[in-house]
């Protein structure tokens, strides 16, 4: 009764010579519902060439949403700002350029997606770990991190202003 | 004709008859106390494996989110444990020459899983489904514990149907905001009785009785 006739997610098997009863994916294949023929949206790149623009709207719950796994999948190494001095960077990993160079302020959307599907230098792709939409999410919260970090008083909002200046005479 | 009982036989057959309620009942208890103890439940029992692997090192240490390597949580029954791939993501670079970490490179290089093994495991006619715990609310700390202080992994809940149904009875004791769900420093005492049944509202939560809610 405990351990019925069927597997579990990642049990064994002596049925498949690895042991797997899991399997790995059949090469050429794709799961129910997964997009592939958007070139734009799957592969970051429009006619071949890096994405320019974005395959969805961006809209606050995009952000939001790019926020969260950000903080998740990347904040580790980027840290939360995007600095490149996250936690594991100071216990040894290879430390990431920051995301407020010049070079990164420049580079296409489709780049940044590019890199994190793909991987780059030291840093494995998390293509396992976020589905295309969760990427350029991510790609859009780092546009929204540079841009923080250049902002001034003139790119808020009056309210946020107020608070701002509020905060800043303390 | 000699009698075969001596007359001590009476009192003895009457002890021995009172004494059996006693006895049967002791028998129940140390039964009940043997599958209830730690021997059986593995409550508070941290398991070896083949890797040492540390989520208080790992949690706690460097501050990483439950979703990192258990990245289907939210979105499907089982939470996912990481391929190799994702300890080398780091591990390749940090105690890269560790021999501790032996297993790990040698999974990587031959691709073949590491065999960790599972702490938490129901039973197979329980049916279990972890995505719609975290969406309504429910924290991983809620049931794993505080797995950011675990070194090696153990259980601190029994995993016995009464510990479910404690729950499933009474669900908006344990609920917090989804946004804390795996906010493993949330303190359950933070939330006063009425915030909490406003959010069991928000979430729709309710008594969840039914047998067939977890044996389907």
Known sequence: MHDQPRFEPLERTTLFADGRASRPRVPGTIARGERVYDAHLVEGKVDGALATTFPMPITAEVLARGRQRYDIFCSACHDRAGTGEGLVVKRGLKQPPSFHVERLRQAPPGYVYDVITRGFGAMYDLSDKLAPADRWAIVAYVRALQRSQNASLADVSAAVR???LAEAKK | MAQIFHPSFNTLSKVSIFGAVFFLGAAVFAWDSLLRSSYNTQVDVAREQPVPFSH????????????????????????????????MGCHSLVWKDAPILEPVRESYRSDRPIEWTRVHDLPDFAYFDHSIHVAKGIGCTTCHGQVNEMPLMWRTETLNMDWCLACHRNPSANVRPRERVFDVDWDPASLTDEERAGLAAQYHLKSMLNCSTCHR
């Open chain 1, 162 to 164: 107020e608070r701002l």
């Open chain 2, 56 to 87: 208080k090192h790992h949690v706690q240490g460097l501050g990483l989110d439950c979703r990192f390597c258990h990245t289907s949580v939210e979105e499907s029954a089982f939470a996912g444990i990481p391929p190799t791939k994702t300890c």
